[in-house]
C-alpha cells in the first residue's frame, strides 16, 4: 500500500500548556477550522472531542493525552506551498499530576505549540512543560490565548514569556484591538491586516495596517527581522549590508530559527475561532517535519554499538512505545511513534527489551476515543497496535534481522501513597487486575505490598492522581475499594561514608549456612539511586555469591533502615569476606548481606528525607500577610512575591506533608478569592524534631495508618 502523504507535510505536535490555559479549546478550534468536527464543543459543558473519559468531562479537566489527526493547506503563510499536510495532534493534560502525558509525549512529537492563558501569563506548570520541551529538544512555538477576554493582555504576557522562559521568544503577529474590541491581527511578515467581525468567521478580510498601528508593527518587525538573522549567518551578512530580504528569506530564516530550537514565534487570540488558521499556517511552515529532525541514534542489541535510523521507509523498521492503554472496545492499546522503515498488519516485529517477537495484530489510528483501522504505517506516523501483551512504555519495536534498542523514556518516582482495600471478598481478585492494568497505562503510578500489614499501597504524582485511580478502578473495572489516608512518600538516604563486617552463620545438624562480607557505603547525589560495586580479589568470596549479595542488599534496601522506608541514593561495595566450602550458600550470602547493610548504614548518618513542592498562591493584596504567615507555619521557603495584574503572586517551597487539606485552608482565609499551583520539586532531608516524630510514628507492626 504507498504511503498517502509523503513524510515532508507530515507533522507531529503536541498542545502543551497549565492547566485551564485553554489546548483543549484551541484543539477543537484546530479541528473545527480544519472541517474534522462541524461543532466547536465548550469543555464545561462536556462536548469536547479530545477530553472523551467521563472523568475528564465531569471535571473540565484533561486526564489523559489524546490523539486525533487533521489536515491543512496553508492559506496566509506560503513558505510551505499549497500542499495539504496532515498533522498528528496530541492534546495533553495541564495538571501537573499528570505531568507523565506531557513527558511521554514529548519524547515523540517533533513540535509543539505551548498554549498561554493571556490573563495570566506564564504560570507554573507553563514553567514546566517548556522545561520538558528543553529536555527532549523539541521545536515550539507560543499560542497566547483569551487575549480577547477581560484582563487578557498579549503584551504582559510576551513579557512574562520573557522574563521566565526564553528572551527569543517574539511576535509574528500583533492582535488589532484589546481585550473584548479585539477585531484581527497584524502579520509582521508580509505587513497584511487580517480581520473578521465574529471570532467564529470562517474567511479572514485582508487589508492594509491600520494606520493607529504602523509605526508599532514597523518596530516588532525590525525586532523581529534582527532577531531571527542572528541564526543565519549567509542572511545576517545581507542584512548587516542594507539589503532589503525577500519575504521568502524572512520565512526561511524563521524556519531555520525555530527548527533549531532556538528560536520560539508568539501568536495570540481567541482558541476557539477563525484565529486558530493562523497556528495552522505557522505549523506547516515553521515546525518540523520528520524529515527536519533527521536521524535517530539507538544501540546494537548485543555489541552496544552507536546505530542510527533515517527517517524513510527503506530503513529497517524502528519505533518507540510510548502509551499503553486500555480500550473498552478492543483491549490493550499500544501507541507507538514510528521512526524509520513501515509496518504491515499481519507481520512480526522484535521487542527490543523482552528480545520476544510480537505479531502485529491491528494497527489503528485514533481520533481520541474513535478508532480507524489502517492496514500499513509509514516512516513519521503515530498509530496504535491492538493487543500486544509484552510492550510497556518506553519498549523498543523494531525489525526482526536488524534489531536496534532506542533511549527508553524515564518518569520521576511517585510522590504520595495510601492504603488501599477491596469492599468484599469477591472484589480481592478484580482489584488485583484492575491495579496491574492502570499501573501498565501509567509508569508514575505504582503499586507494592506492605509486607507487615500486607496492605495493597498505590501510590502516585498527587491526592487528585490517586483519586482519578481509583474513580477509574471503580467505573471501568466495577471494582468498589476502600481507602486509606493519602500518605507522604518519604525515602531514606545516608549522609557518610562507613564499613561494616556482616556474618551469617547457622548450624542446625547437617548442612549449615555460612555467609561472611565486608561491606562500604557512601552517598551519593540526590536522585543517582542506587550503584553496587564487586571489589573482591583474590577469589575470597567466589563469584556465584555476589550477585545474591547485591540482590541480598536491594531487598533490605527496599524496606529501609531507620523507619521502613525505601533506602536510596547510596554507593556499596562488596571489599571482603571469606566462605566455606560446604555450608556457604547464595541464601546465605543474601541473608549477610541483608544484615550488613542494616548494620552499615546505622553507621553513615541515615536521615528520612520528604518530598518538596514548589508551590504558587495567586491572592488579594489585602490576604498577603494571612497568607504568607500561614506558609511560613508549614515550613515553607518564599522565594520571591511578583504582581500579576492587581493580584499579589508567592513563590515558596513546601514540604508536602504540610500541604494537605491546604486549598480548604487558603479558601477561608481569603474568603474564596485566592488558589494555588504544587508541583513536585525536589527531596529534601527532614528536620531532626520532624524525623524523631515520623520513626516514632512507624514503630510497631501497624506501620501504614489510616485504613
Not at 530580504?245 to 520560539?264: D, H, M, N, W
Request: hydrophobic share 35%.
Amino acid at each position: 500500500m504507498p504511503r498517502e502523504y509523503p513524510i515532508e507535510v507530515t507533522r507531529n505536535i503536541g498542545i502543551i500548556a497549565h492547566i485551564d490555559a485553554g489546548k483543549t479549546t484551541v484543539t477543537e478550534g484546530i479541528l473545527y477550522n480544519t472541517g474534522m468536527i462541524h461543532k466547536i464543543g465548550a469543555v464545561h459543558e462536556g462536548e469536547t472531542t479530545t477530553d472523551w473519559m467521563e472523568q475528564e468531562r465531569e471535571r473540565g479537566i484533561t486526564i489523559t493525552s489524546a490523539a486525533v489527526t487533521c489536515y491543512w493547506t496553508p492559506r496566509f503563510i506560503k513558505l510551505a506551498g499549497d500542499t495539504k499536510h496532515k498533522i498528528n495532534i496530541i492534546d495533553t493534560p495541564g495538571h501537573v499530576d499528570f505531568t507523565v502525558e506531557v513527558e511521554r509525549s514529548l519524547r515523540v512529537l517533533d513540535g509543539a505549540v505551548v498554549v498561554f492563558d493571556g490573563k495570566m501569563g506564564v504560570e507554573p506548570q507553563s514553567e514546566t512543560v517548556w522545561r520538558q520541551a528543553d529536555k527532549y529538544g523539541v521545536p515550539r512555538m507560543c499560542f497566547i490565548n483569551k487575549i480577547n477576554q477581560t484582563g487578557g493582555d498579549f503584551y504582559k504576557s510576551l513579557d512574562s514569556i520573557h522574563k521566565r522562559l526564553s528572551p527569543n521568544a517574539f511576535p509574528i503577529q500583533l492582535p488589532i484591538g484589546f481585550e473584548k474590541e479585539i477585531s484581527g491581527v497584524v502579520d509582521l511578515i508580509n505587513m497584511k491586516a487580517y480581520t473578521y467581525k465574529d471570532f467564529t468567521d470562517k474567511e479572514f478580510t485582508v487589508g492594509e495596517v491600520p494606520a493607529d498601528m504602523l509605526e508599532k508593527a514597523k518596530e516588532y518587525r525590525h525586532k523581529l527581522l534582527e532577531k531571527v538573522v542572528e541564526f543565519d549567518d549567509a542572511l545576517m551578512e545581507k542584512y548587516l549590508s542594507g539589503q532589503e530580504l525577500t519575504e521568502s528569506e524572512f520565512l526561511t530564516a524563521i524556519r531555520k530559527a525555530v527548527q533549531g530550537a532556538k528560536f520560539y514565534p508568539v501568536l495570540g487570540g481567541d482558541g476557539r475561532g477563525i484565529i486558530v488558521q493562523t497556528i495552522l499556517d505557522a505549523v506547516t511552515n515553521f515546525l518540523p517535519s520528520p524529515t527536519d529532525r533527521g536521524e535517530i541514534k539507538g544501540h546494537d542489541l548485543k555489541t552496544g554499538a552507536e546505530l542510527v535510523r533515517k527517517p524513510i521507509d527503506s530503513e529497517p523498521f524502528t519505533a518507540l512505545a510510548f502509551k499503553i492503554a486500555t480500550d473498552p472496545f478492543v483491549g490493550r492499546l499500544c501507541f507507538f511513534r514510528v521512526y524509520s522503515g513501515s509496518l504491515e498488519a499481519g507481520s512480526y516485529i522484535l521487542n527490543a527489551r523482552t528480545g520476544n517477537k510480537e505479531r502485529v495484530g491491528r494497527i489503528v489510528r485514533m481520533r481520541a476515543d474513535q478508532r480507524d483501522e489502517v492496514k500499513e504505517v509509514f516512516a513519521g506516523d503515530i498509530c496504535a497496535l491492538v493487543g500486544p501483551k509484552e510492550t510497556f512504555t518506553g519498549d523498543t519495536l523494531c525489525d526482526l534481522e536488524k534489531p536496534i534498542v532506542l533511549e527508553s523514556i524515564k518518569f520521576a518516582d511517585p510522590v504520595i501513597q495510601m492504603a488501599i482495600e477491596p469492599k468484599t471478598k469477591a472484589d480481592q481478585e478484580k482489584m488485583g487486575i484492575a491495579l496491574q492494568k492502570l499501573a501498565e497505562e501509567d509508569p508514575t503510578f505504582k503499586l507494592s505490598t506492605n509486607e507487615e500489614t500486607q496492605q495493597t499501597i498505590i501510590a502516585g504524582m498527587g491526592e487528585l492522581h490517586l483519586e482519578i485511580i481509583v474513580d477509574r478502578m471503580k467505573r471501568e473495572f466495577k471494582v468498589e475499594a476502600n481507602v486509606g489516608k493519602p500518605e507522604v512518600a518519604f525515602k531514606e538516604t545516608i549522609t557518610k561514608t562507613a564499613e561494616a563486617e556482616s556474618k551469617y552463620i547457622r548450624q542446625s545438624g547437617g548442612r549449615g549456612q555460612y555467609g561472611h562480607v565486608y561491606l562500604r557505603i557512601e552517598p551519593l547525589e540526590r536522585g543517582k539511586g542506587y550503584e553496587f560495586l564487586d571489589e573482591i580479589v583474590g577469589g575470597v568470596i567466589p563469584k556465584e555469591y555476589i550477585k545474591p549479595i547485591d540482590k541480598g542488599i536491594q531487598e533490605s534496601a527496599a524496606n529501609g533502615v531507620i523507619a521502613g522506608y525505601p533506602l536510596v541514593d547510596f554507593r556499596i561495595a562488596a571489599y571482603d569476606g571469606s566462605y566455606h566450602e560446604v555450608d556457604s550458600s547464595e541464601m546465605a550470602f543474601k541473608i549477610a548481606a541483608s544484615k550488613g547493610l542494616q548494620d552499615v548504614v546505622k553507621k553513615a548518618g541515615p536521615v528520612i528525607l520528604e518530598p518538596v513542592m514548589k508551590v504558587e498562591v495567586i491572592t488579594p493584596e489585602a490576604n498577603m500577610g494571612d497568607v504568607i504567615g500561614d506558609l511560613n507555619s508549614k515550613r515553607a521557603q518564599i522565594n520571591e512575591m511578583t504582581d500579576r495584574l492587581h493580584l499579589k503572586v508567592i513563590d515558596a517551597f513546601v514540604p508536602l506533608s504540610e500541604m494537605f487539606g491546604y486549598a480548604t485552608t487558603l479558601r477561608s482565609m481569603t474568603q474564596g478569592q485566592a488558589s494555588y499551583t504544587m508541583e513536585f520539586d525536589h527531596y529534601a532531608e527532614v528536620p531532626r524534631n520532624i524525623a524523631e516524630k515520623i520513626i516514632e510514628s512507624r514503630q510497631g507492626v501497624n506501620v501504614r495508618k489510616g485504613m
